[in-house]
C-alpha cells in the first residue's frame, strides 16, 4: 500500500484568552492511497481540527503533515492553494453552494477555476450530474432542492475536477438517516471507482461503517485505529 498522507506527532494549541486548549496532542497517522478513512469521535474531541490542518486550512502548533511527499505545513499560502486545488476536495456539511448559481453552474465552478475548455467541461458536468442522480434538477438552484439533493450537488462539485484527495467533515450532517445513507453510498462509489482517498469526520459509527480505515480520536489523541480488508 502506498501511503498518501502522512502525520507525524502533530500538536495544535488554540489560545483563547489565557487559556491553552489543546486540541490535538501528538497525533501520527499514515492514511495510504485509495483509502476511506474515518475520524471518529466525540463533540470536541478533535476531529474537526485534525481534518483542518491535515487539509492545510489551519496551522499547526508543531510536528508535520506530509501530503504526496511535500511537507504542507511548510508551504507559502500561495503554494498551498495551488497545491489545494491540484490534488484535494472539500465537501462541507452545509453543503456550501454558490445561491445564484444552478446545480449545473455550481458543479462547473471547480472547471471553470481549472481553466477546463467549455465543451470539456459540459459533458464532463453532464456525467457528474448523472452519476449523483440529477438529471432532473440541474437547472434548480439550492434554494429549489432538498437537502440530500443540494449535498449532491457538493459532492458532484468536490469530484468535478478528480481530485487524489478528498476532505468531508460530517457531510451527512444535516440529512436525515435515509438520505445519508445513500449519500455515503455514493461518496464511497465514486471514490472506488477512480481510487480517490477520502478523509471524513463523523461522530456517527454507522457512518464509519463505510470506511477501510477507522481513526477513533479521544481528547486530541489517536485512542484506536481499526481498518477493514
Ligand atoms: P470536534 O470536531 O471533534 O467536535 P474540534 O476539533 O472542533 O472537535 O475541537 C477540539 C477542541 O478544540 C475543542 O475543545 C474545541 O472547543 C477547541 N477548538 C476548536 N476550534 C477552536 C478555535 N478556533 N478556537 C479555540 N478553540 C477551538
Ligand atoms: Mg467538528
Redesign the pocket.
Known sequence: MEPIIKIENVRKI?K?GNEK?L?LDGVDLTINKGEFCCLL??????????LNVMAGIEKLTSGEIIIRNRCINKMTETQLSIFRQKYLGFIFQAYNLVPSLTAFENIELPLIFKEVPKKERIKRVKELVKAVGLEKRYKHKPSEMSGGQQQRVGIARAFATLPEIIFADEPTGNLDSKTTMEVMELIRTMAKEYNQTIVM?T?DTRIAEFADKVVH?HD?KITEITTKN
Open positions: 488554540y483563547v486548549i486540541a469521535g466525540t463533540s470536541g474531541s478533535g476531529k474537526s481540527t485534525l469526520v461522530h480520536i486530541g
